[in-house]
């Protein structure tokens, strides 16, 4: 049960540490650039959970292809490189659904931009819709990357929600017959629709430390407790 215990208190401060370590490197002094767009100083977070993710096939029946079919490419900072698929394409009119556990996006109260959303390749255009619950959806907008910068910055103040609106979904659908409709015919890669790198969040709230977080302070501090006893013990 104290192994347990131990190893449990463990993994969840080394979790504790990896989400501080992760919030530093997106924050810390010098050059912040993420597609494009200099976030110097401004903290942003990235989604952490994918929902649903639904691609669509093209014209001819195809699907976005293994390696730009994975959802949890689009989780975390932006990480594309020409390289490497680092990126969930939506298909044509296909769509994605993430989510953030720790911290709520909402309204910043002025004209900032407050949700981030990284495409890559060739511009195409996507509704973005916003929800607390997984049930309502608010949209803001169609979002579209300028050509040579992936970072699509949206103020959902222009929306009508201020910084008293929490949302913990972002939702994404490919605005079929924008642009390509269909895979190329002369390889067989394919990444038609939208190709999300990553989705941000730059105007934020914490999402109340749940009760099991204050469980497990009770529980290291009874942890502490019963050490010393120990050790009080030892000495007797
Ligand atoms: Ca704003
Ligand atoms: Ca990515």
């Known amino acids: 049960m104290s192994y347990s215990f131990h190893k449990n208190a463990h993994s969840a401060i080394k979790t504790l540490g990896a989400c501080l370590i992760a919030f530093g490197s997106a924050s810390a002094s010098g050059s912040v650039v993420y597609g494009g767009e ?4 401004i903290p942003v977070y ?3 959970t994918v929902v649903s993710y639904d691609p669509l096939p093209d014209i001819n029946g195809k699907l976005p292809n293994a390696g730009s079919d994975n959802p ?3 989780l975390g900072a932006p990480d594309y490189v020409s390289s490497g698929p680092f990126y969930a394409s939506l298909g044509v009119g296909g769509s994605l659904v993430l989510g953030f556990k720790d911290r709520y996006l909402t309204g910043s109260g002025n004209a900032n931009k407050d949700l981030w ?7 195409e255009a996507m509704t973005v819709e916003i929800s607390k619950d997984l049930n309502e959806w608010f949209s ?8 040579g910068k992936a970072a699509i910055g949206i103020d959902i103040d222009s929306y009508g929600y201020g910084p008293s609106a929490f949302f913990s979904y972002v939702r994404l659908i490919d605005v079929a017959g924008d642009s390509e409709l269909r895979c190329s015919t002369s390889t067989d ?3 038609v629709g939208a190709d999300i ?7 934020t709230a914490p999402v109340p430390v749940p009760t099991a977080f204050w469980l497990f ?5 009874l942890f502490s407790l019963f050490g010393k006893r120990k050790a009080d013990l030892a000495r007797i």
């Open 38 to 41: 200099d976030f110097t100083g």
């Open 46 to 48: 990235f989604a952490d």
């Open 72 to 74: 949890k490419a689009a």
């Open 117 to 123: 959303i990284f495409e890559i390749g060739l511009p």
């Open 140 to 147: 803001v907008g169609e979002a579209k990357a300028s050509s």
């Open 189 to 191: 890669y394919c990444f």
């Open 197 to 203: 790198d990553a989705v941000g969040i730059a105007s």
């Open 217 to 221: 302070g009770s529980a290291l501090t």
